[in-house]
């Protein structure tokens, strides 16, 4: 099994910067991707980015946040970062780590999902 554990979320003006933190503990030598979604009420769960463990490091977003966010991992700390820069009162919502075996933005892809981390962003 795998454990995933989301860290700095928290308040933050329109236009500021914000990075999450998502360490992965357990059997994950078979959760070759990590994602990152994001939840608000009302709505479903929204796919926001996800990066493979390759050596490439390959990684996707969602349109919405191209150019705003930027994915990361550092492989000897088993940790997926997310730096979030110009923010914008719809970025507003849990944001969720995620791991499975296979990449892409469907939620049925992942096998493993964190508690979740509050991102508000004022006006």
């Known amino acids: 099994q795998v454990q995933l554990v989301e860290s700095g979320g928290g308040l933050v003006q329109a236009g500021g910067s914000l990075r999450l933190s998502c360490a992965a503990s357990g059997r994950t030598f078979s959760t070759h991707f990590m994602a990152w979604f994001r939840q608000t009420p009302g709505k479903e769960r929204e796919f926001v980015g996800s990066?493979?463990?390759?050596?490439?490091?390959?990684?996707s977003y969602t349109d919405s946040v191209k150019g705003r966010f930027t994915i990361s991992r550092d492989n000897a700390k088993n940790t997926m970062y997310l730096q979030m820069s110009s923010l914008k009162p719809e970025d507003t919502a849990v944001y969720y780590c995620?791991?499975?075996?296979?990449?892409?933005?469907?939620?049925?892809?992942?096998?493993?999902w964190g508690q979740g981390t509050q991102v508000t962003v004022s006006s």
């Open positions: 995620a791991a499975g075996p296979t990449g892409g933005r469907e939620r049925v892809r992942y096998d493993y």
């Open positions: 990066i493979s463990w390759s050596s490439g490091a390959a990684a």
